[in-house]
């Protein structure tokens, strides 16, 4: 290998040991650093591994955002099911709106994701239906810690299988590039709850 080989490996080396030290220590000017090297086309400068997966960081934050927000509309919807009684149905349903409205902006700054939604669907129904079964718990302990039988009692009374279908959750179709969440879309075992307990005209959808 030649000295200007050598002269140069060094060199690349000696930038990628700065720049692995700057993320580690200031992420901030690591970013700004890597963003003008990006601009000015300057490649042996861009800090490759460490670019790769931040942006890799960037999508999952997306797609777990969005299972996040899905996760606490399906658990909001089995407390007003299994719990229609109670006081907080109101403050759920705008939670619930609220929810919906940012699964449906995460979907459409991020259309890609929609091939993962089935995927992202069944963790966020494991996720919510945990949620729910302590919440759940708690209430009927009058909001107090539940008891090991009591949450394992509520776990085995809600449905093991996620008894909503995507569209329900999301208040709309999100495969419908014209739709958009609606304020009256429930899963039907839930307008019956709320039209109940509320005496709202919920359309009970079969």
Same mark, same amino acid.
């Given at each position: 290998?030649?000295? +200007? ?142 008891? +090991? ?39 039907? +075992? ?9 005496? +709202? ?6």
């Amino acid at each position: 290998m030649s000295a +200007t080989s050598l002269r140069q490996l060094a060199s690349e080396g000696a930038v990628g040991a700065r720049e692995q030290r700057l993320y580690d220590k200031d992420f901030w000017a690591w970013t700004q650093e890597q963003a003008a090297a990006l601009r000015r086309r300057d490649f042996g400068a861009v800090d490759w591994d460490n670019v790769i997966e931040e942006i890799e960081t960037l999508g999952r934050s997306e797609r777990s955002a969005w299972t996040s927000y899905c996760a606490n509309v399906i658990a909001h919807l089995l407390k007003i099911e299994h719990s229609p009684a109670s006081r907080d149905l109101n403050h759920w349903l705008g939670e619930i709106v609220a929810w919906r409205g940012e699964m449906y902006d995460k979907l459409y700054e991020n259309p890609g994701m929609k091939g993962e939604l089935l995927e992202m669907l069944g963790t966020a129904w494991k996720r919510g239906r945990r949620g729910a079964a302590q919440k759940l718990a708690e209430y009927e302990n009058e909001g107090g810690a539940p008891t +090991t039988r009591l949450l394992r009692s509520w776990q085995q009374r809600l449905p093991a299988e996620c008894p909503y279908c995507l569209e329900d959750i999301a208040g709309y179709d999100p495969f419908d590039k014209e739709a958009e969440p609606q304020a009256d879309f429930w899963p039907a +075992t839930v307008a019956r709850g709320l039209n109940e307990a509320l005496g +709202t005209d919920y359309p009970v959808r079969q």
